[in-house]
């Protein structure tokens, strides 16, 4: 039964079409749903909407219904559309008429735009805290390996020396650029839709800066109508921001895959870390790092299709909206996964020593040759020039001192300054206000 449906029976092929996969990703919302209803009904008490006693009887039993739906015990019917009718119908069966009053004020428009809210928040936090400890512990191999030089490449052709410190404080800081964004994503789904309706907002009195504290929300979505554009909006601005996380993931791999490959061997990871060949017995395949590139890399196109699903829809509710779902959520469970495998990985990963005395790698330090006639007063194109003609004959003999002093250079990495960007902008979330909002509802 739909809480829609009237006297007509929806037919089989249209209502499997519909629903789709629907129930089964409504799961991941259901705890969410029982938290918007339980701040829905105490402000439908507080405008005289329910009484009193019907309230606490509602409370208790949503409450009941989350802890099931912790406990794994949670199930969507096959006859029931989706979360939102599933707890209606159970908080029905087991009070009565007060649980059909909980659907007073709101339609399943802002319930399910409440609910994806509440989810996104949860999701972000995850992925925020996943992100610092990957930060944490590039910033730890950053300082532990500071000294050990690594050549740079430009055009993929040797160029300068660098360092592991560089090479780990690069992606640190990469990752404080990616939960900037990770920020502004955040505000936008930190906005309370709930009270909005189907888009066009209630003739009941209804208390929507009551249900933003309850919930904790920062604020309101105060337009009715926009509240409702919000939805497939606040889901690309999320994938723009999950996009970023991983582009840093994805070329760090793509570095990974390189510096492991026996033609540079940089790095390398335990042998139960890799994977082999069922043929070339001496295969130590970095399969986890490409896996992590490619997953990485359709995360990054996420966005893109989120729009195309959104593009010029108009104003209102519009059922193309209901598939978002199926692409964004299994991509948030993907960048977790892949932040947690990142961290894994490196936590067990080896640096080679003494990399640059490879005669190879002498050209590296042509630069640092031309940078010290230039520091004795040589014009600079002129010691370029002198420098260029020793490569061609030959004669070059290589400065294998480095001494880079300036800010974020090779001898002074920044990371302190670094880690101290991160600290500030992981300061603004302020997960703590949230998750206090949400025990205090569930008290």
């Not at 600079?380 to 002198?386: D, G, L, N, P």
Request: proline share 3%; net charge negative.
């Amino acid at each position: 039964m739909k809480i829609w449906q009237k006297n007509v029976s929806v037919n089989k092929n249209i209502d499997t079409f519909t629903v789709g996969r629907d129930r089964e990703l409504d799961l991941q919302m259901a705890a969410f749903d029982v938290l918007g209803s339980l701040a829905h009904v105490e402000m439908l008490e507080s405008i005289g909407l329910l009484t009193a006693a019907e309230l606490a009887e509602i409370q208790k039993e949503l409450k009941h219904i989350y802890v099931d739906i912790e406990a794994g015990n949670f199930v969507i019917e096959d006859a029931v559309e989706d979360v939102h009718s599933q707890v209606e119908w159970l908080l029905t069966q087991r009070i009565g008429e007060a649980g059909k009053k909980i659907h007073s004020g709101r339609s399943r428009n802002d319930q399910v735009l409440v609910d994806l809210k509440l989810f996104f928040r949860y999701r972000i936090e995850e992925m925020v805290k996943n992100t610092e400890v990957l930060f944490n512990e590039l910033i730890s191999l950053s300082n532990s390996h500071a000294h050990q030089l690594l050549p740079g490449y430009t055009h993929l052709q040797i160029a300068m020396p660098s360092s592991f410190g560089l090479w780990f404080g690069a992606y640190a800081e990469s990752l404080v650029d990616d939960l900037e964004m990770m920020l502004a994503a955040w505000k936008v789904c930190n906005k309370n839709p709930l009270g909005s309706a189907a888009g066009y907002g209630s003739s009941f009195p209804l208390n929507r800066t009551m249900t933003t504290e309850l919930l904790g929300f920062e604020t309101l979505n105060y337009n009715v109508v926009y509240a409702q554009m919000g939805r497939g909006k606040t889901e690309r601005i999320l994938a723009q921001a999950m996009s970023s996380i991983a582009a840093t993931l994805a070329k760090m791999a793509m570095d990974v895959t390189l510096f492991i490959n026996q033609n540079f061997g940089f790095i390398s990871f335990p042998d139960e870390l890799t994977t082999g060949s069922s043929i070339m017995p001496h295969k130590k395949n970095p399969d986890v790092f490409e896996l992590i590139r490619s997953r990485c890399n359709k995360i990054q196109a996420l966005p893109n299709e989120i729009a195309m699903m959104i593009t010029n829809l108009p104003s209102g509710y519009h059922r193309d909206l209901q598939l978002l779902k199926e692409t964004l959520f299994p991509s948030i469970i993907s960048l977790n996964e892949c932040l947690e495998m990142t961290t894994y990985m490196l936590q067990n990963i080896s640096i080679k020593d003494d990399i640059l005395k490879d005669p190879k790698y002498a050209y590296l330090f042509s630069v640092e040759v031309v940078n010290n006639l230039a520091l004795d007063g040589v014009p600079f194109r002129e010691a370029y020039k002198i420098v260029g003609e020793s490569i061609e004959k030959g004669t070059f003999v290589p400065d294998t001192k480095v001494n880079h002093t300036h800010e974020g250079s090779i001898g002074n990495l920044c990371n302190q300054e670094i880690t101290g960007m991160m600290n500030g902008v992981l300061q603004q979330f302020n997960f703590e206000k949230i998750n206090t909002a949400i025990k205090n509802l569930l008290a």
